[in-house]
């Protein structure tokens, strides 16, 4: 949406006057300078398109702002109400067209004639008729004895006559006609916004050739006033960054412990350009010990060792050896030590030879001195047995 030029500079007096509205000094108490009644109907006038698009925008937010478009509640000029109220002094156009748009009120013409054809009175002359306009509007005493219409007070262009007998009539200007609006060539809006790699650039232009004039169409419908452009500037050095870690030797035991091994690479992004590498960043790979439940472990026999004295004090005896279970001991629901065969054994013992004293020698041969004859005879009487059990034998078979 675009503004007038009229509306541009009443803008920028707003704007002035309520970032610095000065001081009023017509009474001996200071205080800010308000806002005259006149200037604010015609800014709401000149930019009423603009004006309802704010008040949409800034309301909600800030409601105070609302003060801002009632004029009917600001004090008047030259009243008594505020003798020294801001009011906008509009300057007469550099450009002069003799056509009217609207009701007239920015028609800077040189039409000094009425519509019967009765010569226009000098707004700053009182005679034939005394008035108080150049002192309510002082853009008219740079008007001449031109057709105005200052700030909507009436409905077209008019003029004090200098026919003592009419006061004032309406002047017969043209009507304008509408001129749309056109945009001037593309020009460069500062520099590219980056000084390496790609970027962009401003480019702008105005609707200015023409400007749209008298309700001509603005250059919308042509395009949008503003562009950016891809702009190249030198390559940007581009410093390393690791990837996030992923697995590369995982845990292949279901037990136990083992490493797994995680690497990352010095891709995001590449280092390009003369840009350091990702070493600064910490290393590219780590290990991480990873658990499983305990592993089974078997049992084990450790030494022999004995648990008894020999059970002779001499002679040949035996002796009781064990060992444990322990070396290392069945755990996690290993097997245990059956396999190896058992944990107690018997062992001969070899100790010293019995000595045999006097007294046994003696019932040794006494006992030796009655047994031989007996065994002697024994064996005797068994072949005396036989020989007559034979004989008995061949006397039968005779």
Not at 209 to 224: D, I, Q, T, V
Not at 248 to 260: I, L
Not at 281 to 308: A, F, H, M, Q, V
């Amino acid at each position: 949406m675009s503004a007038s030029p009229e509306c541009m500079d009443q803008v920028r007096f707003i704007a002035c006057y309520y970032t610095f509205p000065g001081c009023d000094r017509s009474t001996s108490v200071l205080r800010p300078k308000k806002f005259c009644k006149e200037s604010c109907l015609h800014f709401t006038n000149e930019c009423s398109r603009f004006v309802n698009a704010w008040k949409e925008i800034l309301l909600p937010s800030y409601p105070e702002k609302a003060a801002l478009f009632s004029c009917l509640e600001k004090p008047s000029r030259n009243a008594g109400e505020s003798p020294e109220c801001v009011y906008y002094d509009r300057k007469e156009s550099v450009e002069k067209e003799d056509c009217v748009y609207l009701d007239g009120s920015s028609y800077y013409g040189n039409i000094s004639v009425t519509a019967s054809n009765i010569p226009c009175q000098t707004w700053t002359d009182q005679c034939p008729h005394r008035h108080t306009m150049n002192k309510t509007y002082p853009e008219l005493n740079n008007a001449n004895n031109y057709c105005r219409n200052p700030q909507n007070s009436g409905k077209q262009p008019w003029c004090f006559t200098t026919d003592k007998n009419k006061r004032w009539e309406y002047c017969d200007i043209p009507k304008c006609i509408s001129v749309d609006g056109s945009y001037s060539n593309w020009s460069l809006n500062g520099t590219c916004n980056v000084i390496c790699g790609d970027g962009f650039e401003t480019w702008s232009r105005e609707c200015n050739n023409p400007e749209p004039k008298y309700g001509g169409r603005n250059c919308s419908h042509l395009g949008k006033p503003v562009e950016y452009r891809q702009c190249t500037k030198k390559p940007c050095v581009v410093n390393g960054g690791y990837s996030s870690w992923n697995l590369s030797s995982q845990c292949n035991v279901t037990c136990g412990q083992e490493v797994e091994i995680w690497r990352r690479s010095c891709n995001n992004p590449t280092p390009k350009n003369g840009g350091r590498n990702c070493t600064v960043l910490g290393e590219d790979i780590k290990r991480i010990i990873c658990e499983r439940r305990p592993c089974p472990i078997d049992g084990n026999y450790s030494n022999w060792t004995t648990s008894s004295a020999c059970s002779v004090t001499c002679g040949v005896g035996y002796q009781i050896w064990f060992r444990e279970c322990d070396n290392p001991p069945p755990t996690y629901g290993g097997k245990d030590c059956s396999k190896y065969g058992k944990d107690k054994d018997s062992r001969p013992c070899h100790l010293r030879h019995c000595s045999v004293t006097s007294r046994s020698a003696k019932v040794i041969r006494i006992a030796y001195g009655v047994c031989v004859p007996i065994i002697i005879m024994a064996i005797g009487f068994f072949l005396i047995r036989k020989r007559n059990v034979l004989m008995k034998r061949f006397k039968r078979a005779d």
